[in-house]
Nanobody
Framework: QVQLVESGGNLVQPGGSLRLSCSAS????????VGWFRQGPGKEREGVLC????????YYADSVRGRFSISRDNATNTFSLLMNSLKPEDTSIYYC????????????????????WGRGTQVTVSS
């Protein structure tokens, strides 16, 4: 059983940057495709950015393309979300997630095909 814990959520001004981290225990992340999802007030949870195990292929939601990036460090069993040029509409609870098998990285992110979820970390973008 993989446990995921997010960190790094904070209040940030529009245009600012923030890095979220996800730490895993109970399993080695290099076997999993991983990603970040978010849920804003009154909205459904959506996939933001996912990266596939082994080949590193990625999926970006259109709303974050060019502003957000994902990286993984298998040595420390963590992965991160770097968010630049933050906007008020990025305000959400951000969740990290992992999946052992997926048909494609697009499917994982778009349809939330996830085996393990973190509990979330709040990101608020406001002046």
């Amino acid at each position: 059983q993989v446990q995921l814990v997010e960190s790094g959520g904070n209040l940030v001004q529009p245009g600012g940057s923030l890095r979220l981290s996800c730490s895993a225990s109970g399993g080695t992340l290099d076997r999993y495709s991983v990603g970040w999802f978010r849920q804003g007030p009154g909205k459904e949870r959506e996939g933001v950015l996912c990266i596939k195990a082994h080949d590193g292929s990625t999926y970006y939601a259109d709303s974050v393309r060019g502003r957000f990036s994902i990286s993984r460090d298998n040595a420390t069993n963590t992965f991160s979300l770097l968010m630049n040029s933050l906007k008020p509409e990025d305000t959400s609870i951000y969740y990290c997630a992992a999946a052992a098998w997926i048909p494609s990285i697009q499917f994982m992110c778009m349809h939330k095909l996830v085996a393990y979820w973190g509990r979330g970390t709040q990101v608020t973008v406001s002046s």
